[in-house]
């Protein structure tokens, strides 16, 4: 699954409020793919329809810098 397509993937079912879904599907896109941005931010989006802040950060393995980055945008995006 290249980058695009399974970020388009999870957005849809993001949409359909198919939660888990969006996450797995998250978690198939290769390394390099879970790093940018756009799945940072959309990963926030599916945990806070979750509602579980306590899923494992899959960018923890990759880098704990990234993870720390990850929980600050998760932040941001309750808080906006």
């Given at each position: 699954?290249?980058?695009?397509?399974?970020?388009?993937?999870?957005?849809?079912y993001c949409d359909l409020g198919m939660?888990?879904?969006?996450?797995?599907?998250?978690?198939?896109?290769?390394t390099e793919a879970k790093v940018t941005v756009s799945v940072l931010l959309l990963h926030a989006k599916i945990l806070v329809g979750l509602g579980s802040?306590?899923?494992?950060?899959?960018?923890?393995?990759?880098?704990p810098?990234?993870?720390?980055?990850v929980m600050m945008l998760k932040l941001l995006y309750v808080t906006s």
């Open positions: 699954m290249n980058h695009n397509d399974g970020l388009i993937r999870a957005e849809g939660w888990q879904q969006a996450f797995d599907t998250l978690e198939d896109m290769p802040w306590t899923k494992p950060c899959f960018w923890y393995q990759v880098s810098t990234r993870c720390r980055e």
